[in-house]
């Protein structure tokens, strides 16, 4: 197979992660590679371009437990790539079924819970500063959709970031899945397809059916209304995280035993800058591959907050809130007694 170099929505978006510092010259990258289409333009794209930018790649790869053979040729697959690149090739096997048992999780949490966890490890193994994972513009528009349906908030409809503070870069967020696909076409690079991606009991592969019917009828307007409101949502989420971490994230105590927040500070501010707060303090002691608070939750909470008077509130029958004063505390749920809410 031959991995060479031309100008294309790929390859610019590479350009653009070294250009902008989501990828910095000179850094040691995790590639975080299933053997997908996206994951595989992503590995050559970037080898591709490392010798220009002094990048120092390794490649990792989380075998979940799960699709049994195909899984077994997943790891293969990607070894062999890796290996036929020169690259340092990492491997962990997890459970995502005893995970989703442990935790209560659905597959797909179950699944994103420890691919994220694997990969940490791995990065620590291969002393690497960024994992670049591949998360394209049709993921983008996907999660929007999903969190609309589940009526989320602006920072779950603004989809995946670019960038996280573990350390996570998504360098394809504005390339298509077609164009992926062109890219690995044009270039002879093969690429393992995931049977799974067919099970319509999961919720992302219903909508991503549905956007492809959607497309089918309508043509790219549709869609095109659909990345505006994504757009905003993105833009109204950096200006909320923005305010956040000027008017509120300095007032605030975050665990390990306990968190505390200013309450008077919290009941004036805006909904989206206290919500961002409830959950934050909350964060340290949420489950794994749990949201700290439901939405439900948080908005009690911040409804007893605007009552103004002393409270206990029990999220999940894990963590407690209490308000004393202008002081909310907030705390693991002992074990010995359950108390009113």
Not at 22 to 50: E, F, H, K, Q, R
Not at 89 to 105: E, G, H, N, T, V
Not at 157 to 166: E, F, K, Q, Y
Not at 170 to 198: K, M, Q, W
Request: positive net charge.
């Amino acid at each position: 197979q031959r991995y060479h170099e031309a100008m294309n929505p790929v390859s610019s978006a590479i350009e653009d992660a070294a250009r902008t510092g989501l990828m910095p010259a000179g850094s040691t990258i995790l590639l975080a590679v299933s053997g997908g289409a996206d994951s595989m333009a992503l590995l050559c794209a970037a080898a591709a371009a490392a010798p220009s930018h002094g990048w120092k790649l390794s490649v990792g790869h989380v075998h979940h437990g799960l699709r049994g053979r195909d899984a077994e040729r997943d790891l293969a697959f990607v070894e062999s790539h890796a290996r036929r690149l020169g690259l340092p090739f990492f491997a962990r096997r997890a459970s995502a079924a005893q995970a989703a048992r442990a935790f209560k999780l659905s597959p797909e949490a179950a699944a994103r819970h420890v691919r994220y966890a694997a990969l940490s490890e791995l990065a620590r193994e291969a002393g690497a500063s960024r994992i670049a994972t591949a998360h394209q513009r049709d993921d983008r528009i996907e999660s929007y959709l999903i969190a609309r349906r589940r009526r989320a908030g602006v920072s779950r409809r603004a989809g995946p970031r670019a960038s996280r503070a573990d350390g996570i870069v998504r360098p394809l967020l504005s390339v298509s899945r077609a164009e992926i696909r062109i890219f690995l076409e044009e270039r002879g690079i093969a690429h393992r397809r995931d049977s799974s991606n067919g099970n319509l009991r999961l919720e992302r592969n219903r909508v991503r059916r549905d956007l492809a019917r959607r497309r089918s009828a309508r043509g790219g307007s549709a869609e095109d209304a659909v990345v505006q409101r994504l757009v905003r949502s993105e833009q109204e989420r950096q200006r909320i995280e923005q305010a956040f971490a000027l008017e509120i994230a300095p007032s605030l105590s975050l665990g390990p035993g306990s968190s505390a927040a200013d309450a008077e500070l919290l009941a004036k501010a805006a909904p989206e800058l206290a919500r961002l707060a409830i959950e934050a303090v909350a964060r340290p002691f949420a489950a794994p591959g749990h949201p700290p608070v439901t939405g439900r939750e948080r908005e009690e909470i911040r409804r007893r907050l605007l009552e103004g008077g002393d409270f206990r509130f029990e999220a999940g029958r894990r963590i407690r809130f209490e308000r004393r004063g202008s002081l909310l505390t907030v705390r693991p749920r002992r074990t010995s007694g359950a108390e009113s809410v």
